[in-house]
């Protein structure tokens, strides 16, 4: 204990001072600027390397890479699908792979393009059937009445019989007659009527063993008809 006198005041300084000194003594000196929250020294960061970036930039391409080739193979689906929607089904009947629906994809855009070509020159042969009996009838009156066109298909013969609107029949049966008595296979026959004519067709199929003179037929067609 310190002595204190009566008013609260220390009467012994020394002894305070000597108190003081022994305190100090056990508090460490700090040189400088030290502050003792500076004496804990931090983990510095780890920078990035170089190694990691490229790593990093690699995993990035890897992903937008895997990403492209998805949405690429969900489009070629949906392509094939609608393709193979678009296929008559004696194309790809017993066909499941893709490269097999691609092939008969390529046969069917042939084939269609042969049976455009034959339309083709099928109206073709109407219009100038249409056009030589419109010129007959304004001919005079001891031309003929009938045009006959004869045209060699893939599948056969079709031919194309022209009269004028002035006929009151056409001797379809007669053409017919004639026509069995050749051995040739008749398929069908239509006749309409146009703005100036008749125009009756007649298809005729061929096999192997079929020949057949078209001149000669065109000739004899037009006979049997003045005859009528």
């Known amino acids: 204990m310190f002595p204190i006198s009566s008013d609260g005041v220390i009467e012994d300084p020394w002894i305070f001072l000597e108190q003081d000194g022994f305190l100090l003594a056990d508090i460490p000196i700090l040189e400088g600027n030290e502050h003792p929250q500076n004496s804990v020294k931090k983990r ?7 190694a990691g970036v490229e790593e990093n930039s690699s995993d990035s391409k890897k992903t937008a890479h895997r990403f492209t080739e ?4 969900q489009e070629m689906t949906t392509l094939y699908a609608s393709l193979r929607s678009l296929l008559p089904l004696e194309y790809i009947k017993g066909k499941r792979a893709v490269s097999d629906h691609m092939d008969q994809a390529a ?7 042969k049976k455009i070509e034959e339309m083709k020159r099928r109206r073709e042969s109407l219009r100038n059937v249409a056009g030589t009996a419109a010129e007959a009838q304004n001919q005079t009156s001891n031309a003929t009445d009938y045009c006959v066109k004869i045209n060699v298909f893939t599948d056969g013969v079709e031919i194309l019989i022209s009269s004028s ?3 009151d029949c056409f001797p379809l049966s007669m053409v017919l007659s004639d026509l069995l008595n050749r051995q040739l296979h008749v398929i069908n026959c239509v006749s309409t009527r146009g703005q100036r ?10 096999n192997n063993s079929t020949s057949i003179d078209v001149a000669e037929l065109q000739e004899r067609l037009v006979d049997l008809l003045q005859l009528a």
Request: charged share 30%.
């Open 107 to 113: 046969n069917y855009i042939n084939d269609m393009k």
């Open 197 to 206: 004519c008749y125009l009756h067709k007649i298809h005729i199929q061929l």
């Open 165 to 167: 609107l002035n006929k």
């Open 44 to 50: 510095p960061r780890k920078a990035p390397t170089s």
């Open 70 to 73: 998805k949405q690429r193979r």
